[in-house]
Nanobody
């Protein structure tokens, strides 16, 4: 089993930056696939970015060039670095993980149903 705890959310002005953290326990982050999703009020859950065991990453078109995912094996933590934030980035951000996989397609990692474990989320609010 895996436990995920997100942190780092808060209020930031448009154009600013924020780094979210997802601390994992139970499995090492380098051995599993992890992703970030977000959900704004009244909207469906949206894929943001993911990193798989090989280190390859996948990023949603809506945040390309502004968001990057990385992992710190020593801290067993995955990060979401967000720059040039926009009001439309306002949402609850969730960390997710899948412990077992065998060369799934890139599209597989963009679907929330592909992940087994989820954190409780952290609120990000971007003001004008």
């Amino acid at each position: 089993q895996v436990q995920l705890v997100e942190s780092g959310g808060g209020l930031v002005q448009a154009g600013g930056s924020l780094r979210l953290s997802c601390a994992a326990s139970g499995r090492t982050v380098s051995s599993i696939a992890m992703g970030w999703f977000r959900q704004a009020p009244g909207k469906e859950r949206e894929f943001v970015v993911a990193i798989i065991r090989s280190g390859d990453t996948y990023t949603a078109d809506s945040v390309k060039g502004r968001c990057t995912i990385s992992r710190d094996n020593a801290k067993n933590t995955v990060y979401l670095q967000m720059n040039s934030l926009k009001p439309e980035d306002t949402a609850v951000y969730y960390c997710a993980a899948r412990t077992t996989s065998i060369a799934y397609s890139a599209a597989y990692w963009t679907r929330g149903g592909s992940y087994e474990y989820w954190g409780q989320g952290t609120q990000v609010t971007v003001s004008s």
